[in-house]
């Protein structure tokens, strides 16, 4: 790691996977039998409100009641000890890399634990539920939702992750698939631009040939042996 300066870590569902939070595609990746393309949608919020608060509902109480895993806490360390720049960009919309201790965290897929307000453009921290169509204390319009990243829509704070793509000298995935865009293509981003890259997964991801190395496992054993 000796010339190695700035890091870009991508984590996805499969890190939480062993706090007990289910992956999107993988075994117990459906929710009442409905896949996520159908209810993380723009569209799918606008045809039946109801259920898609109502997922998201039950989802923002069982993130609460998980705690961070070895593989968090090990990037918590990392996070503290590295003195070069370090960016830990997370899919994930639970907070268990901040609980765990992480500091230098960006929510590309936005956060469960945020409401949106569409009338006045307010995000208020959020841990209840949404379901009964609570006025936004901004504003008291009825015009509350997740504070998500749907399909379609665009990510935040590319600009930034494009930046620190640009100039990582090491991009590391952990627990992603590979499956959803514009994630998928940071590891081609990152080489381009001469960075080492490195997947720790539990399985070869869709992507998997794109990277320099590939380690196959549980995050929680491979995510403190890379950090030691
Ligand atoms: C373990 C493990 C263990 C298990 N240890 N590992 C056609 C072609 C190309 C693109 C598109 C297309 N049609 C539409 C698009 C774009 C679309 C897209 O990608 N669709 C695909 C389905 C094809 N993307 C978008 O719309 C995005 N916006 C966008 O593109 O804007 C335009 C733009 C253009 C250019 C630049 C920038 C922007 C928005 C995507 C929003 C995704 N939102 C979700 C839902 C929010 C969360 C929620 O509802 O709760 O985000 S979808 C869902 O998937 C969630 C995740 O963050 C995301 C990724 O999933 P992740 O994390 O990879 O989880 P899994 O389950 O897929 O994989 C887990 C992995 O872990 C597996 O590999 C396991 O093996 C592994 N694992 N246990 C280690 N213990």
Redesign the pocket.
């Known amino acids: 790691m000796s010339s190695i300066r700035n890091i870009v870590i991508l984590t ?4 939480s ?2 706090s007990g939070i289910d ?4 075994a117990g ?1 459906l929710w009442e039998n409905h896949r ?2 159908d ?2 949608t723009p569209e799918a919020f606008a045809r039946d409100p109801e259920l898609v608060l109502r ?2 509902d039950a ?1 923002r109480e069982a993130i609460q009641r998980v705690e961070p895993n070895r ?1 968090h806490h090990a990037l918590a360390r990392l996070d503290a000890e590295w003195t070069g720049d370090l960016l830990i960009v997370t ?3 639970d907070d268990l890399h901040e609980r765990a201790g992480a500091r230098r965290v960006l929510h590309m ?2 956060t ?1 634990l945020s409401a949106w307000c569409t009338a006045c453009d307010a995000r208020h921290e959020w841990r209840g539920q949404l379901i009964d169509r609570p006025a936004c204390p901004a504003c008291g319009a009825v015009a509350l939702r ?1 504070d ?8 935040y704070r ?1 600009e930034e992750i494009f930046g620190a793509l640009v100039e990582a000298d090491l991009f590391v995935s ?11 293509g940071f590891v081609q981003e990152a080489a381009a631009y001469g960075a080492c890259t490195l997947e ?4 070869p ?1 869709q992507g998997s040939h794109l990277f320099g190395e590939s380690r196959l ?4 054993e ?1 995510v403190p042996t890379f950090v030691s």
């Open positions: 996805g569902a499969g890190i996977a062993e992956t999107f595609r993988g990746g996520v393309e209810v993380a997922f998201y989802r593989a899919q994930n919309v897929h936005g469960h997740p998500i990243v749907w399909f379609g829509e665009m990510p590319m952990i627990g992603t698939s590979g499956a959803v865009y514009p994630t998928a720790l997964n539990l399985e991801s496992g549980p995050a929680g491979l």
